[in-house]
């Protein structure tokens, strides 16, 4: 099993940026891939983004390329999601999830494991 704790959601104008943290705890995610999503009211679950523990390489939805930097701390069993030049359309709820595989999954479904979210309101 593995646990997912999110962390550092909150308001923020547009233009700013905020860090999302997501620890990890139980079994070692060294062989794992993480994956960042996000929901909106009314709206599907949507890949922000994604990190193989191991290699480090990451990708990210067309939508963040450029904005978001997914990153991961060894020693903290902690992931990351640097968010900068947020945008009103950024605003949802943002989940880790995690799943023992080498190729990040790009839809939630492939996922075994979640955290519980954490809100993230971008102002105009």
């Known amino acids: 099993q593995v646990q997912l704790v999110e962390s550092g959601g909150g308001s923020v104008q547009a233009g700013g940026s905020l860090r999302l943290s997501c620890a990890t705890s139980?079994?070692?995610?060294?062989?794992?891939?993480m994956g960042w999503f996000r929901q909106a009211p009314g709206k599907a679950r949507d890949f922000v983004g994604g990190?193989?523990?191991?290699?480090?390489?990451?990708n990210y939805a067309d939508s963040v390329k450029g904005r978001f930097t997914i990153s991961r701390d060894n020693a903290k069993n902690t992931a990351y999601l640097q968010m900068n030049s947020l945008k009103p359309e950024d605003t949802a709820v943002y989940y880790c999830a995690a799943r023992a595989t080498t190729v990040v999954p790009t839809t939630s479904g492939q996922y075994n494991y979640w955290g519980q979210g954490t809100q993230v309101t971008v102002s105009s």
């Open positions: 139980g079994r070692t995610v060294s062989s794992y891939a």
């Open positions: 990190i193989n523990w191991n290699s480090g390489r990451t």
